[in-house]
């Protein structure tokens, strides 16, 4: 999409170039995409296993207000031009598994689908988050038919399990994005919270292999 333009040629707010049908068909096409491809995924993967991997997925396109808030953060005008161009995530797909294994197992099929054109990986299971936050980050390209024409359409899928996403849900609740900075013991807190959840996430990964081998 090139520079928006409305009535008389004046520039289109953020707002409102978000809202044009076709920025719509292009994001929200998106994130079908990415879920159609992600639920074939899995749905071959639980037949594969005979147990059930997935615990669910969302997805949504950014609003502008929190697309305007993060251009600004990364030191950039907010216009629609810089927010196609710096943003991953203005289409995003959630998907949350029940088990660690089944994060990693996900992304190895999702990397070389041939309807995803993997752009990069950011691994915050391996390394959290300062907060603690742990979670897969795949950001990719799908493909969208828009006005009879195929375009590949950035979008980031994070994937996680139930544990961490309960952890990442609660902190976005409590800390995430408020404007009231926590106190370090707090954060501190948090940090051990997300530690203690990881390994139960582990145990619970090796209780369920005993289980899987009785
Ligand atoms: P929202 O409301 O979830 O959409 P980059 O441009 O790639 O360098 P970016 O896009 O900031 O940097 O990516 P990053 O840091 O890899 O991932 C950002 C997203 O991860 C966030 O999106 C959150 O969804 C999630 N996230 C990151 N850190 C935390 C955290 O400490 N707590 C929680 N709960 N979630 C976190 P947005 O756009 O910030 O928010």
Known sequence: MGEETGWEGTPLSLEDAMGQAQFL?????????????????????????????????????????????????????????????RLNDIAGVRVT????????????????????????EKNYIEKPKASGYKSLHL??????TVQNR?????????????????????????????EVK???SIQKDLREYAEIISRVDVQMLSLRKRIDAL
Not at 34 to 40: D, L, Q, R, Y
Not at 139 to 144: G, H, L, N, Q, Y
Not at 157 to 173: N, V
């Open 25 to 85: 068909e292009m994001y929200g096409g998106a994130v079908q995409s990415a879920m159609e491809i992600t639920k074939g995924i899995i749905e071959r993967l639980e037949a594969k296993y005979r147990r059930e991997i997935l615990s669910g997925i969302s997805g949504r396109i950014k609003t502008p207000e929190s697309v305007g808030r993060k251009l600004i953060k990364k030191g950039c005008d907010v216009t629609l031009e810089n927010a196609v161009s």
């Open 97 to 120: 598994c029940y088990f660690l294994d089944d994060v990693y197992e996900l992304a190895r099929h999702l990397k070389k689908h041939s309807q995803v054109r993997f752009l990069k």
């Open 150 to 178: 195929e375009m590949w359409i950035k979008t980031e899928i994070q994937i996680r399990t139930l544990a961490m996403d309960f952890w990442a849900r609660i902190d976005h609740r409590l800390c995430y994005k408020k």
């Open 139 to 144: 950001i990719a390209e799908v493909p969208v």
């Open 182 to 184: 926590s106190s370090k």
